[in-house]
């Protein structure tokens, strides 16, 4: 699935070994592309090349011999005519600036992180623009959609999509990715798939806590519905077009983050629900939620906005203000009378 005029031979850096990054990789490599891996530990990074698995996140899966790992990053990136970047959100800037001075002027850059930065509320492209020459910032590519790195390994079929303001390097992402498991969309729309892959991550600790509380269906369908009708509020304000979160980088993604057993969130907010302190759950996951920072982000964002974001208010104070999660819940089902959309209202009156 090669771009044409582009040999197989084609030298990829992948920034982040984490499973995402793995299993982004592991595509990468299965379209006939060598691959260098960065990783921030030496020692696991031998042990990868020795016995070809990421024993830390990946431990059942073999990957290709296509893929070499290092800790050095001059050595991964420099020279790499593409560099994806799947570091967490909280890594992102540091990460970025430590590998800026090795970019290639004509690099395809694309970065596959939901989040934001918490002390700037910044989106990850706005965060890496940041750091790296305006001439590659310009048309970076945005990953996003629903994606369980968990599945992507195993070859599962699977559809995403790429975001830019560059048709060109949009296109060429999607050629160097697809193959026949791995499908991937294009949109013109980054800000919109960034904000839906990141804020949809609030809703799935929702439905985590909803589960975990033991209620049904009925509670997770209206939460999934109305969670998706606040972030696209947030997201429309943010300058995102409304029918992004109608897609693949929007309820496409909300729907497998908040009813996948693969999902952190998800998984975070059912021992919530559980009765379970925020500290102890963190410690027990053992890897990055994402969702708690991004309800602490999009909380501020909401305030700066003046947005209306209910479900989220309700689970920032129950991570950060002590409320408890059926308590949150009994708050917003004993809200007001209102239009179930905002733009019916003209018409019904």
């Given at each position: 699935?090669?771009?044409e005029?582009?040999?197989?031979?084609?030298?990829?850096?992948?920034?982040?070994?984490?499973?995402w990054?793995?299993?982004?990789a592991?595509?990468?490599?299965?379209?006939?592309?060598?691959?260098?891996?960065?990783?921030?530990?030496?020692?696991?990074a031998?042990?990868?090349?020795?016995?070809?698995?990421?024993k830390?996140?990946?431990?059942?899966v073999?990957?290709?011999?296509?893929?070499?790992?290092?800790?050095?990053?001059r050595?991964?990136?420099?020279g790499?005519?593409?560099v994806?970047?799947?570091?967490?959100?909280?890594?992102?800037?540091?990460?970025?600036?430590?590998?800026?001075?090795?970019?290639?002027?004509?690099?395809l850059?694309?970065?596959?992180t939901?989040?934001?930065?918490?002390?700037?509320?910044?989106?990850m492209?706005?965060?890496?623009g940041?750091?790296?020459?305006?001439?590659?910032?310009?048309?970076?590519v945005?990953?996003s959609?629903?994606?369980?790195?968990?599945?992507?390994?195993?070859?599962?079929?699977?559809?995403?999509?790429?975001?830019?303001?560059?048709?060109?390097?949009m296109?060429?992402?999607?050629?160097?990715?697809?193959?026949n498991?791995?499908?991937?969309?294009?949109?013109?729309?980054?800000?919109?798939?960034?904000?839906?892959g990141?804020?949809?991550?609030?809703?799935?600790?929702?439905?985590g806590?909803?589960?975990?509380?033991?209620?049904?269906?009925?509670?997770?369908?209206?939460?999934l519905?109305?969670?998706?009708?606040?972030?696209t509020?947030?997201?429309?304000?943010?300058?995102?077009?409304?029918?992004?979160?109608?897609?693949?980088?929007?309820?496409?993604?909300?729907?497998?983050?908040?009813?996948s057993?693969h999902?952190?969130n998800?998984?975070?907010?059912?021992?919530?629900?559980?009765?379970?302190?925020?500290?102890?759950?963190l410690?027990?996951?053992?890897?990055?939620?994402e969702?708690?920072?991004?309800?602490n982000?999009?909380?501020?964002?909401?305030?700066?906005?003046?947005?209306s974001?209910?479900?989220?208010?309700?689970?920032?104070?129950?991570l950060?203000?002590?409320?408890?999660?059926?308590?949150?819940?009994?708050?917003?089902m004993?809200?007001?009378?209102?239009?179930?959309?905002?733009?019916?209202?003209?018409?019904?009156?």
């Amino acid at each position: 699935m090669n771009v044409e005029g582009e040999a197989l031979s084609l030298d990829v850096a992948v920034v982040g070994a984490g499973s995402w990054g793995t299993a982004l990789a592991s595509v990468f490599a299965d379209n006939g592309y060598r691959v260098s891996l960065w990783m921030r530990d030496s020692k696991l990074a031998e042990h990868v090349n020795k016995h070809h698995v990421n024993k830390k996140y990946l431990p059942d899966v073999r990957l290709s011999e296509q893929i070499i790992a290092s800790a050095d990053v001059r050595e991964v990136v420099q020279g790499k005519p593409v560099v994806l970047l799947a570091v967490p959100s909280h890594a992102m800037r540091t990460v970025t600036r430590e590998l800026a001075p090795y970019l290639d002027p004509d690099v395809l850059l694309i970065h596959a992180t939901k989040g934001f930065e918490m002390e700037t509320l910044k989106r990850m492209s706005e965060v890496i623009g940041e750091e790296i020459p305006e001439s590659i910032a310009s048309s970076l590519v945005v990953l996003s959609g629903p994606s369980h790195a968990e599945e992507v390994i195993l070859r599962s079929p699977t559809t995403v999509v790429v975001a830019s303001a560059s048709e060109q390097n949009m296109l060429r992402a999607q050629d160097l990715l697809m193959n026949n498991y791995f499908r991937v969309y294009t949109n013109p729309d980054l800000i919109g798939a960034e904000l839906a892959g990141a804020l949809k991550n609030i809703i799935a600790l929702g439905a985590g806590m909803s589960d975990g509380l033991g209620y049904g269906d009925n509670a997770k369908a209206a939460l999934l519905t109305r969670g998706l009708a606040e972030i696209t509020r947030l997201g429309v304000k943010l300058g995102a077009m409304p029918l992004t979160f109608a897609g693949l980088a929007g309820i496409g993604d909300l729907v497998v983050t908040c009813t996948s057993k693969h999902s952190r969130n998800w998984r975070a907010g059912y021992l919530l629900g559980q009765g379970k302190p925020l500290d102890q759950v963190l410690e027990q996951m053992g890897m990055v939620v994402e969702g708690v920072r991004t309800t602490n982000a999009s909380y501020a964002l909401s305030r700066r906005e003046e947005v209306s974001m209910p479900i989220t208010d309700v689970l920032y104070r129950i991570l950060f203000e002590g409320t408890s999660p059926r308590q949150g819940v009994e708050e917003l089902m004993g809200r007001g009378r209102t239009y179930e959309n905002e733009f019916l209202g003209p018409y019904l009156r």
